[in-house]
């Protein structure tokens, strides 16, 4: 790759020469020519919570603990105060087994599924809203300074995007620097990973900044607030339903990050613009994210 960032300051980084993550596919160019290109792979993963099978998922199959981890947390099966005793993966059975010291409110929330928009079809339950009565986020100053240098380092990050398309990333970051970078066929998956991370972490969450490279939707909008982080920012655009609750929540929501521009539609007063924007460079096309909106 000709152009990449330097990844030290990353805690987790995307591995696009991961042999198992794509595949390469042969087929025939806008000539006529033939040509090979790099494809996402994807492969199911089967959740269980103890004894009890929850979800089968469609991921790249990097990070499945963690995935695992963070969508029992981000839908409420996991919640504070609950000790996971083990987690087993079985790469050969795809199925990773959730265990804690005592008994879950699984049975409710299963009776409680509904689809969004997700893409590869994301799921949250019927209570997650009702979970987000009782959230306060914190107070955190977000210099634009720091969102301009967190968007220039992650478009220039080597990752699966890059060398094969069709995937989306989120990025937990910290100021100016990314420290969790994930990526998956489905946003909701990528956000999923870093949860689990920060639950097997026991990582603070009030001076983060979640960012992802696709739309700001009410899934993305609801996962990140549960999850006590108070901005999130996106180079793609918003819905509607995903602005109405960050609003209601108090979550600092930040779109079409491109280069200087950007617009925030919600939490506004978190910002301190410290940067000119004059001063910004233009986005290099090279680094658009084609395929992910």
Known sequence: MAVSEDQSDYLIAPT???????????????????TQIAVVEERPLTIFLNGQEIVTAMTIGDYPEYLALGFLRNQGMLRDGETVTKVDY????????????SQTTYEEKLKKKTRTSGCAVGTVFGDMMEG???????????????????????????????????IHGSVLCQGNRPLVYMEDVGR??????????????????????????????SEMV???????????????????????????????????????????????????????????????????RKGTE
């Open 16 to 34: 696009p020469g991961a042999g198992r993550l794509t595949r390469a596919v042969e087929g025939v160019d806008h000539d006529g020519q033939i």
């Open 132 to 166: 987000l009565e009782g959230v306060t986020l914190p107070d955190l100053q977000v210099k634009t300074s720091d969102l301009y240098a967190l968007a220039a380092k992650i478009n220039r990050t080597p990752s699966l995007y890059l060398e094969a398309g069709a």
């Open 90 to 101: 079985d790469d050969d059975l795809e199925t990773v087994v959730v265990r804690t010291d």
């Open 188 to 217: 909701h998956n990528a956000v999923d990973k870093i949860a689990g991370w920060m639950f097997a972490e026991q990582v603070n969450a009030a001076d983060k900044v979640m960012y992802t490279t696709g739309r700001l939707t």
């Open 222 to 288: 609801i996962k990140t607030a549960l999850m006590g982080i108070p901005v999130l920012a996106s180079r793609s655009g918003f819905t509607a339903w995903g602005v109405e609750i960050a609003r209601q929540v108090g979550l600092t929501l930040i779109g079409r990050m491109r280069g200087k521009r950007f617009v925030c539609l919600s939490g506004e007063e978190r910002l301190l613009r410290d940067a000119d924007p004059t001063q910004v460079a233009e986005e290099d096309k090279r680094f658009g």
